[in-house]
């Protein structure tokens, strides 16, 4: 299998987790790709132009992370990361979208930024994504995820939000959050594939 991928996704570094966790490591190869620029695989994968995409045996392309980990789960080795039945899979499947969510927000405002020039920004639009961030945060922080036997897709969802906010926003959630921080270092102490998988610094 075929990852189209970049350290610097927070969608990526999602997959990159669960391929650890489920032990594929030696059947996925990764390529990385720069969707900022443009890539004629990437979009030959994925027309939406969005990484990361997987190119399973068949030849087929899966996108979306959400996909490719629910994917991965049912043919690695390793712990079962979204519940298959009952409550369990409903709670894991929020908890994840939660996370994507709050990826998402952060990545807009990162794209605000990065795509518009200066003077078309709309703090309004900027402030209204914070909101959304805030108010997952203090949800998170009131009620932080509980553990089970092992951490679960909603877990590492929820990391990688924390991981990216990191990586773009400064770790400026951190402050206000002491709960989630401590959340974050058990959850890199139990995945080490979080420390792995961690975006480039430079
Ligand atoms: N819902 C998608 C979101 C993927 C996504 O937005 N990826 C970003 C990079 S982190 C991307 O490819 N952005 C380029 C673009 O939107 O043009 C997923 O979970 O895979």
């Known amino acids: 299998m075929k990852l189209l991928s970049s350290p610097a996704s927070p969608f990526g570094r999602k997959v990159t987790m669960v391929i650890a966790m489920k032990n594929l490591q030696q059947q996925v190869e990764v390529m990385p790709v720069d969707a900022t620029r443009g890539d004629a695989t990437l979009n030959a ?11 399973i045996a068949s030849g087929e392309a899966l996108h979306d ?50 795509y518009r020039p200066e003077n078309m920004r709309v703090q309004s639009w900027v402030d209204r994504l914070q909101g959304k961030i805030d108010r997952a945060l203090a949800m998170l922080e009131v009620a932080p995820p509980a553990w ?26 951190r402050a206000a959050h002491p709960r989630m921080v401590e959340w974050l270092a058990r959850f890199a102490s139990a995945v080490p594939a979080y420390a792995a998988s961690a975006p480039p610094t430079a």
Request: with cysteine; aromatic share 8%.
């Open 148 to 173: 089970g036997a092992h951490p679960d897709y909603g877990h590492l969802t929820i990391a990688a939000a924390l991981g990216y906010m990191d990586f773009r926003h400064a770790g400026r959630w």
């Open 65 to 114: 992370s959400h996909v490719i980990c629910e994917y991965l789960d049912t043919i690695g080795s390793g712990p079962v990361l979204v519940p298959r039945a009952g409550p369990e899979r409903w709670r894991t499947l929020t908890m994840a979208s939660l996370g994507d969510g709050l990826i998402e927000q952060a990545l807009l405002q990162v794209y605000e930024g990065r």
């Open 45 to 55: 994968a994925n027309p939406l132009g969005r990484i990361p995409a997987l190119i």
